[in-house]
């Protein structure tokens, strides 16, 4: 009865350094999405993939992030040359194929990202 | 631009008695609306939610209000419980608009504490 994995649940990097953040969606479900909190706010939507498509990024920052959803294996959030701004709580959700009528997302524990 | 706004940053209720969240939102496409409940560093958790052609849906302890005319919802929790004590998100979707489908606008998010 596995979930929505994230890893690591906890994520330190150096201004410049890579961010991975891994995400494996519920059994049997084929849409992700990942969201981000800052402190003190609501999660704000980033990008919505099915497998090996991207679907919607409008909420993806125009440089240093992307994501992917390959036919195998986990999502993946991408931040390249992090700075401190891109502190924040990550949360992937995923739902099953045929479920878009309600849209009810199941999320993660989320990787809390902190930026030095 | 908060499409979707919790506009009590906090509540607290004597356990017992009735609990009401509220939300607001001012997106005429949104048509499907959830709550979610989250713990510190745990994901959110799915908790009800309701189609835009209902005004009310009833689980448990759980109901959630529509009121389509002044773009309002509400969440009531009656009797409330010690363990409801989390941080409550509404959150809505436009199911009918096409790209759009996949993303979730969240609200900032309500404290709620219940004392025993």
């Known amino acids: 009865n596995a979930g929505v994995m994230q890893n690591p649940r906890h994520l330190v990097r150096r201004r410049g350094q890579e961010a991975r953040l891994r995400c494996s969606p519920m059994?049997?479900?084929?849409?992700v999405y990942w969201y981000r909190q800052l402190p003190e706010e609501g999660l704000k939507f980033m990008v919505y993939?099915?497998?090996?498509?991207?679907?919607?990024e409008s909420g993806m920052p125009k440089e240093r992030f992307s994501a992917e959803f390959p036919k195998e294996g986990p999502s993946i959030l991408r931040i390249q040359q992090v700075v401190r701004g891109d502190s924040a709580a990550y949360f992937c959700?995923?739902?099953?194929?045929?479920?878009?009528?309600?849209?009810?997302?199941?999320f993660g524990a989320g990787t809390r990202l902190s930026v030095l | 631009d908060q499409q979707v706004k919790q506009n009590s940053p906090s509540l607290s209720v004597q356990e017992g008695r009735i609990s009401i969240l509220n939300c607001d939102y001012t997106?005429?496409?949104?048509?499907?609306f959830l709550w979610y409940k989250k713990y510190p560093a745990e994901g959110p958790t799915f908790l009800i939610s309701?189609?835009?052609?209902?005004d009310k849906n009833e689980d448990g302890r759980f109901t959630v209000f529509l009121n389509k005319s002044a773009k309002h919802l509400s969440l009531h929790i009656v009797p409330s419980q010690p363990g409801d004590s989390a941080v409550y998100f509404c959150?809505?979707?436009?199911?009918?608009?096409?790209?759009?489908?996949?993303?979730?606008?969240f609200g900032q998010g309500t404290i709620l504490t219940v004392h025993p």
């Open positions: 959700a995923s739902s099953p194929l045929g479920s878009l009528a309600k849209n009810i997302q199941y």
């Open positions: 059994k049997g479900h084929s849409h």
């Open positions: 993939l099915q497998k090996e498509n991207i679907i919607d």
């Open positions: 997106n005429s496409m949104f048509d499907y």
């Open positions: 309701i189609s835009s052609i209902k």
């Open positions: 959150a809505a979707s436009a199911l009918a608009g096409g790209t759009s489908y996949g993303k979730l606008t």
